[in-house]
């Protein structure tokens, strides 16, 4: 976490860490009540193409279910399927339930392809984990942008 922080305030990113018990779910993320100052808080899946070559970080709305399918589609990859614990650790350096778009830092070679839903980019502020599933970081989705292209991942938005 701390260097998340670190490189948030490098980029001169205004943020807002909310400390919290450990969360693993977005249900558990909303029984905290209204702690998060009106933030839409993301849910993000790391999954895989088929053969294992590329591996995306999916950041949608909290509510919002993610259709493989349609997705492996439209971002042009082959079947996609959650990631295992290994390639989680290996690529993000996270454990499961503290998956978030923060953890690029992590990744050394730039490899994992954010998709981010282009409904985020309306949003006022969003809450992502800063690599712990024990607090949120609340910021601008121009910052967390700003953010990720600081570590040279691909990022796109589409809808999802």
């Not at 959650?82 to 778009?101: D, I």
Request: glycine share 4%.
């Amino acid at each position: 976490m701390e260097e998340v922080l670190e490189r948030l305030h490098e980029l001169n990113i205004d943020f807002k860490k909310i400390e919290h018990p450990p969360v693993y779910t977005i249900d558990e993320m909303n029984a905290l009540g209204n702690i998060f100052e009106g933030a839409k808080i993301c849910k993000n899946l790391f999954v895989r193409d088929q053969k294992g070559t590329r591996h995306f970080l999916i950041v949608v709305p909290e509510e919002k279910r993610v259709p493989l399918v349609e997705l492996a589609n439209k971002i042009e990859s082959t079947k996609l399927s959650f990631a295992s614990n290994e390639r989680l650790m290996k690529y993000l350096k996270l454990l499961p339930g503290a998956v978030t778009p923060l953890a690029v830092i992590n990744d050394e070679n730039s490899e994992v392809e954010v998709i981010l839903d282009e409904e985020l980019k309306s949003e006022n502020l969003l809450g992502v984990h800063p690599c712990i599933n024990t607090a949120t970081i609340l910021l601008t989705p121009i910052d967390l942008e700003k953010y990720i292209k600081s570590n040279n991942n691909k990022i796109k938005y589409i809808k999802i």
